[in-house]
């Protein structure tokens, strides 16, 4: 099971950190963030793998959001810093069971419910 917290509203240049809290075997070797903005399709955010030591993120939160992960409390977390109107979205926690890190959403074995984060301009 996999349960996100941490959305909600902030304005334009704000921050909010995700929390994606894991039980069993949801706590995989490769986790992610994704997101879904009304009537678009899901979008992969950021993934990290067992160690931390590969990350990789979509070319539009480059440089802004960061991905880490505690596995001694089966915990994810995504950073995300100067946040923009574009950003406003449903964002899902996911796990992979097989090793590397993949923005292929199809490739995710387990997902959170979400949380909503609205960037106000």
């Known amino acids: 099971q996999l349960v996100e917290s941490g959305g909600g509203l902030v304005q334009a240049g704000g921050s909010l950190r995700l929390s994606c809290a894991a039980s069993?075997?949801?706590?995989?070797?490769?986790m992610g963030w994704f997101r879904q903005a009304p009537e678009k399709a899901r979008e992969f955010v950021a993934g990290?793998?067992?160690?931390?030591?590969?990350?990789l993120y979509a070319d539009s939160v480059k440089g802004r959001f960061t991905i880490s992960r505690d596995n001694a409390k089966n915990t994810m977390y995504l950073q995300m810093n100067s946040l923009k109107p574009e950003d406003t979205a449903a964002y899902y926690c996911?796990?992979?069971?097989?090793?590397?890190?993949?923005?292929?959403?199809?490739?995710?074995?387990?997902w959170g419910q979400g949380t909503q984060v609205t960037v106000s301009s």
């Open positions: 996911a796990a992979k069971k097989s090793v590397g890190v993949t923005d292929r959403t199809e490739r995710y074995d387990y």
């Open positions: 069993g075997r949801a706590f995989s070797s490769v």
């Open positions: 990290i793998n067992w160690s931390g030591g590969s990350t």
